[in-house]
């Protein structure tokens, strides 16, 4: 009878002092190496599988009317394609093209504007509204970069007749004269 209760007290002992998760880890010590192996190879099939997916090209597109077309694999032809669907002229293109410039300058004027002004902000305020400040000035630097970038990629796509994805548009040679001019 003795041993069912000096069980119950080691047990009640055992669990105030041993925290729960350190037994669940002591029984898991071995197996750890097993664990994370296997949870790398779930990653690297997870990771190939979005790759293989993302590599996977729009193919049809379902305008308003409920007509189904085939896009053409060369990015001018799709550039054309889009042309024709929305009805554009010469003259409505050269708008859309000089209205994508003006957006981008005007991204790129307000990023510097707003920098600067949180950047004065800083040394007239308190210090501990400065410390928020230094944080918001970098994410409206970050922000207007990539706006910047964005309007720069559609006025190159524009300009070229060409519907490319960023990456190749990175690559480009005169790539900062996209960017700034």
Same mark, same amino acid.
């Given at each position: 009878?003795?041993?069912?209760?000096?069980?119950?007290?080691?047990?009640?002992?055992?669990?105030?002092?041993?925290?729960?998760?350190?037994?669940?880890?002591?029984?898991?010590?071995?197996?750890?190496? /097993?664990?994370?192996?296997?949870?790398? /190879?779930?990653?690297?099939?997870?990771?190939?599988?979005?790759?293989?997916?993302?590599?996977?090209?729009?193919?049809?597109?379902?305008?308003?009317?409920?007509?189904?077309?085939?896009?053409?694999?060369?990015?001018?032809?799709?550039?054309?394609?889009?042309?024709?669907?929305?009805?554009?002229?010469?003259?409505?293109?050269?708008? /859309?093209? @000089?209205? &994508?410039? @003006? &957006?981008?300058?005007?991204?790129?004027?307000?990023?510097?504007?707003?920098?600067?002004?949180?950047?004065?902000?800083?040394?007239?305020?308190?210090?501990?509204?400065?410390?928020?400040?230094?944080?918001?000035?970098?994410?409206?630097?970050?922000?207007?970069?990539?706006?910047?970038?964005?309007? &720069?990629?559609?006025?190159?796509?524009?300009?070229? @007749?060409?519907?490319?994805?960023?990456?190749?548009?990175?690559?480009?040679?005169?790539?900062?004269?996209?960017?700034?001019?």
């Amino acid at each position: 009878m003795a041993d069912p209760k000096l069980r119950r007290v080691a047990k009640v002992a055992n669990s105030a002092l041993v925290p729960k998760g350190v037994g669940l880890a002591v029984g898991q010590f071995g197996r750890s190496k /097993q664990n994370l192996s296997e949870a790398w /190879q779930a990653a690297r099939e997870t990771r190939q599988r979005l790759l293989n997916e993302s590599k996977l090209p729009v193919k049809t597109v379902i305008l308003k009317d409920g007509t189904e077309h085939y896009l053409p694999a060369d990015p001018s032809e799709r550039f054309e394609f889009l042309y024709r669907v929305m009805d554009w002229s010469p003259a409505h293109h050269g708008s /859309q093209i @000089r209205a &994508a410039r @003006r &957006a981008k300058h005007g991204s790129i004027m307000m990023t510097i504007l707003s920098f600067a002004l949180v950047c004065f902000m800083i040394f007239n305020v308190p210090m501990w509204i400065a410390f928020l400040l230094i944080p918001t000035s970098l994410t409206v630097l970050a922000v207007g970069a990539a706006t910047t970038f964005r309007w &720069a990629l559609i006025e190159y796509q524009y300009t070229r @007749r060409s519907l490319i994805n960023f990456k190749t548009f990175i690559v480009q040679p005169k790539f900062f004269r996209w960017i700034f001019c």
